[in-house]
């Protein structure tokens, strides 16, 4: 556990993160350039998420089904390198395990936030933010922490020649059930597929006292106008004692 809080306190003077400067294509790899002063953006989508455990220790198969409807991104740009942000979603989980289903869904994840851009180094060197946020005791009684949790992220993105985007995240929140530190991170690669599509790989988990979770997921992302995208991306849990798969359809909208 000690090492996990020195880890925090290290990469708080190494940021990192990724996407595109210019576009948002990334499945759930936060950018790192904010949005321009006086400016919305609203990132919304849907996520399915299919986990089996095979054969436990009683001989039964466990499947949990997890729907993210409308889960939104809310960031307003207040200042040059500074912008605000309110994330949320309406989750519906269902468990099927020994012959019992159980179904719960509500309101989860309600996050305000805030992102500083530290440095923008153009085309030619990183962009380097830190996204702060906390989330709040409300919503569903099933999703909700019992207590605030603050989140604590550092953005690196680096343009790669014009050749495509890569970066990382890297941060961690503190678990209010169990006071302890949950590291996450993600990496991303983006490169251009045709004309206004942009095609990308991602890795992304978190480490806790207890359990490790790590996935992988590709997709693309189809710049529409200047004030619409579009993004889908299929995934997978890493941890081969589950069969799982993850998809995700999103959109952009920007508002001036």
């Known amino acids: 556990m000690f090492k996990k809080y020195i880890l925090f306190v290290l990469i708080g003077f190494f940021a990192l993160s990724v996407q595109s400067y210019a576009q948002n294509y990334f499945a759930f790899t936060h950018e790192a350039r904010v949005v321009p002063d006086n400016f919305l953006q609203i990132e919304s ?6 986990d089996r455990f095979e054969k436990d220790r009683f001989g039964k198969d466990k499947i949990i089904r997890d729907v993210s409807a409308l889960g939104t991104l809310a960031r307003y740009g207040v200042l040059k390198n500074v912008e605000l942000q309110l994330a ?6 269902t468990t099927e395990y020994a012959g019992i289903t159980t179904k719960f869904s509500g309101l989860r994840n309600i996050s305000p936030g805030i992102k500083y851009l530290m440095y923008d180094g153009g085309t030619k060197y990183p962009m380097l933010s830190l996204h702060a946020a906390v989330k709040l005791p409300a919503g569903s009684e099933y999703y909700k922490p019992i207590d605030f949790e603050p989140v604590l992220t550092f953005i690196y993105a680096q343009k790669l020649g014009g050749k495509g985007d890569l970066g990382f995240n890297l941060g961690g929140r503190i678990n209010s059930a169990t006071k302890n530190l949950v590291v996450h991170y993600s990496g991303a690669l983006g ?5 206004n599509v942009t095609g990308f790989v991602e890795a992304f988990g978190d480490l806790t006292e207890n ?3 790590h996935f992988f997921d590709a ?4 710049y529409v106008s200047e004030i619409v995208e579009f993004d889908a ?16 359809i999103g959109f952009t909208l920007k508002i001036q």
């Open 219 to 222: 997709g693309f992302n189809a």
């Open 88 to 93: 949320f979603d309406y989750g519906n989980t």
């Open 191 to 195: 490169m251009p597929l045709f004309q």
């Open 211 to 213: 359990t490790d979770n």
């Open 233 to 248: 991306a299929v995934g997978s849990d890493l941890n081969p004692e589950v069969k799982s798969i993850l998809v995700k």
């Open 45 to 50: 989508g849907f996520i399915y998420k299919q």
